[in-house]
């Protein structure tokens, strides 16, 4: 029978579950990232949120390269509205109006990752996310 009580403890049972990590404050990060690096084109962050970044990103810039309204609609999806430019583009614009004609005859690898080395502080490794030129 597994042990009754606070939940978040190491004993018989162990951990049952972390107590801040959900998925959904996951897929919100990401989305939050993804939309930043479309919008100020370069962005810091780890080395495990980079590579799951890069994913995102690559996938929406070939919806942008196709350009049609299906694609719009997939990347409103998995992009966040308040994150916007100077000059008041948003990031569904950005992405369509600038990077899909940019990048509309490469086949693939729009970003790139460079190290930095570790964060101080926690050791964990950072990274640089930004387009390739």
Do not use: C, W
């Not at 989305?31 to 100020?40: A, C, K, Q």
């Not at 919806?63 to 992009?79: F, I, P, Q, Y």
């Not at 570790?118 to 950072?126: I, L, Q, S, Y």
């Amino acid at each position: 029978m597994p042990a009754q009580g606070r939940k978040n403890v190491r004993g018989k049972t162990g951990v049952r579950f972390k107590a801040a990590y959900t998925k959904s404050k996951d897929e919100a990060m990401l989305r939050n990232v993804t939309s930043e690096l479309i919008v100020y084109g370069k962005v810091t962050l780890t080395a495990k949120v980079g590579k799951q970044a890069q994913q995102n990103v690559e996938k929406l810039i070939t919806l942008a390269k196709r350009g049609d309204l299906h694609s719009r609609r997939l990347a409103r999806a998995r992009l966040r509205d308040g994150i916007s430019r100077r000059d008041g583009l948003s990031a569904l614009e950005v992405l369509f109006n600038e990077l899909g004609p940019r990048f509309k005859d490469r086949n693939g690898g729009y970003t790139r990752l460079l190290k930095l080395g570790p964060r101080r502080g926690d050791n964990a490794p950072v990274v640089i996310l930004e387009f390739v030129a």
